[in-house]
């Protein structure tokens, strides 16, 4: 230990630039993979730039900020940083999809006690992989190693993504209206919410390790919690500008009451649980943990990653064009005067 005359460095107090910069260094082939034309700065640059002419007519720019909540600590206990990072991307696009936004760019901040050059250069390259997938630059952000801020193992990832929509093609549950037609798109697993309840169950009451069996499952418990956010821009692209899609909600945390509502401009949705196709993860979940079916519905998405409100005409054609698209839907029920969500079934 050094005594208190000695010359103390940066790395003495726990900060190594180094690392930092060898963990973007592993990740500039990935992250230049996501530019295109309109990106007019390189890595490295304080401030990412972004040409936005000729947007639109009317072009509105839609921004939204998220993180992935407590499954980031499955990845930091694991060390699969990947598809995390892929998570961030979709529930950030998903977030200014609802809105009627095609996403445009990407930055990410990643934040942890002890930087990990492997750990955070995959944790970027699955930021990238996502964004590249979905057209959107990946355009800049920060990597900050903060001892005393976030304790030894503790790792967070956080992003902001912009994206434009055009003034007169704006979901914002103005068009909604009684009668209108909720159509369901199923998730893949917990997406990034309820993970504080599901690891405690996971480690409490199933009191399994994350590389052991997931009960009726064919993989660990690590691989069945840190699935990937699914991706429904490209499904959803050729109707967001359809006069008869009037709504859209994100089911994030809160799950269907807590966010359904949010979309529908005051009014309110009566629909049914049992449509859903049943998910074999909530279902283990329920049953060690005990959670009511309420509960569960509020803390997880329980299957249902978007919800459509459509014309009550054309919910069948919306539904079939999406099916046709690889998409498999469920109706789930309309929408009613009354606030808040009606479960009928």
Known sequence: MADETSSLSYRDAGVDIDAAEEAIERAKGAIRSTFGPRVLADVGAFGGLFD??????????????????TKVRIAAETGRFSTVGACLVNHCIYDALVQGARPLFFLDYIGTGKLDPEAVSQAIEGVAVACKKEGVALLGGETAEMPGVYPPGEFDLVGTLVGVVEKKHILDGSRVKAGDRLIGLPSEGLHTNGYSLARRIVTERMGIGWSDPFPGADQDAASVLLKNHRCYLGVLQPILEDPSLHAMAHITGGGVAGNLPRSLGGKGARGGRSVVPPQNVFEQLRAAGGVELNEAWRAFNMGVGLILAVEAEDAERIAESLQAAGEPVFLMGEVVESTGVEWIS
Not at 52 to 69: I, R
């Open 52 to 69: 936005a002419s000729n947007l639109g007519e009317e072009p509105v720019l839609v921004a939204t900020a998220d993180g992935v909540g």
